[in-house]
């Protein structure tokens, strides 16, 4: 089998999100809002798809290294484009390299009739979520206050039925951010609110001082948080070891840094974080995030996938060393997160009334694409 | 897809290897000897199939953990019976573990019709092979003396197109044996007789003190081979650390350490060893086999395959991290390495003039198994 084409498809849809001056998305006005999907296209008339990807430098830089390969030499294809990254700094970026690689399992996948996660040798179908907000905002009723947090939270675990719960926090340019102080003050509501036995999580500020990282850990653990990620830039590996020694709470990581699985290869022989994270978006597909996962199964380290999403959701299901959840968001009490998207016919995390996610068994990704819709509205 | 059942054939064949009273093997006559094929069978009729089963444990501990268990869920019944092997130490063994698993990837590649390093995502078709002697012994022409080795290497590699050549020396029961003398000569005599540009390598008795070991390693160094396995019991890394850090060789392992990836994450943080080592057989089959890798390439280590057959095979062709060589044999100059075993219509290694190995493009592990001998040849 030979990839005869490499096609980006841009279309239109509404958003109801919206992104402040950091950059962080809120709910807003719906507004029209673009969407891509890669096509990598066969000679047997098998394809395999992936939304989010970047147009430019697909066709550009993508395209030509793809066309004539053959579609099941993932590894040597992933590996080609990782050398060819040192040559192409900030345009050949991780995210790039993750929508070629989920294509190409996609692909293999519906080739071959089965999900993605059996081809990778299943562990299980479902997967318990949490809910895992957006960052906090100034919005009556929204994520302005902890009572806010609390009230989502309570309708989060106890309507919806997610057995746990994230604070993503404020951070600027929301007034008063950040704040250990206000960051303890929504945790310490969501603890209450949710009594003892929900496990609890907080994705803070990512730019605290050490030592408003350990006040904040300390804070935390006596509210019997799970772990907290990154309150600090994760270039600092130093900065995690210092934390991970002196706080008792899991402290998850790294996430942003680059560098893959090498990078968390360093960050476990130094002792950077209790807890190894990852997700097909960071490190630059399914290929790479099974070997962050195996690398940590080598250390009897656990996994944390960060994010959502279909190739998150396949990696899940098949690491021997379960992540405990999957990160199901970022909702808000504004947004209904069961809507389908426009592109798609049904969700492609379904979540039960247990709390469990499940994974499609449908060929490749299992995603259920709308082609009317995305030819309806195509941005030529 | 379930599985439905799990059985086990044993066979008669005629072997020309005999085992001396240490147990490594040595040309012989002709004799009657007894192979085993596992195969795990399913509702829809497709079968998976590995030789060299155990069959005993097998049908008591393992046939029925599997029977009802959908075969895709490869890395779920692989942890299931890595967590029964404390219960059962000594008897399901990782040879266990890996007929399973190396039955389950087949099974999965004839299901869909892939080659198994396809479905793992292929990185390449073929790998350089070196010539891996049997341990010396004292037939005269045989592997007796430094000449044998010496003449025997030149067959190899000037006549039947190895690139490179290991040597297996002499250990107990023969007479002198252990010697790190007569070693150096047998590798000497080696290097003299292919050039300085064929890549060599020794595997040694396998009790050397400290020092000889070191002495070995000068010695090699010397005379330029490209590493050494082995020359101490692996149960003390720490001696390995020791040789690693004084010697330029390169020391390959573990190989024989019991621990599957846990255990090479070890040697790797302690600095145990420059290249790591596994293979199908060490580990417990290809899903583990594929986590060392993944290990090591995210240490950027190299890693060096452990033994020829087709599982080993189909991972060096999945490896992101070239092993450098597959590993044919254990070749002796009375023995026709190239003679296909009974069972198989044709040989699963297939070597061409240049020194590659080809991996099969047929469904699965892709041995062309000779049905009509097994069935002639039952043992009831």
Redesign the interface.
Known sequence: MKIVDVTTTTFRYISNTVRDSEGHGHPGDPHEAKQSLLTIKTDEGVEGYCFGANTAVIESLVKPLLIGQ?P?????L??MLRERQRLHLGSLSDRVLTSVDLALWDL?GRA???PVH???????DKVPAYASTMCGDDLPGGLATPEDYANFAKWCIFERGYPAFKLHTWQPPYEGAPSVKRDLEACAAVREAVGPDVDLMLDPFHYYSREESLQLARGLEKLDYLWMEEPMAEHSMSSFVWLAEQSDLLIVGPETAEGK??A??EWI?AGAADVIRTGVGDVGGI?PA???V??C????MSVEIHGGGVGNLHVLC???IPGRYYERGLLHPFIDWEEVPAWLNKRDDPMDSEGFVHVSQDPGLGQDINWDYINDNLVK
């Open positions: 053959d099941f030499y993932r590894e040597y992933w590996q293999a071959v009739g089965q059996k081809l990778l040798g299943a562990f299980r699985h090498y968390r290869a022989k290929t099974m070997k962050c195996h690398l199964e080598s250390f009897n098949a690491m021997g």
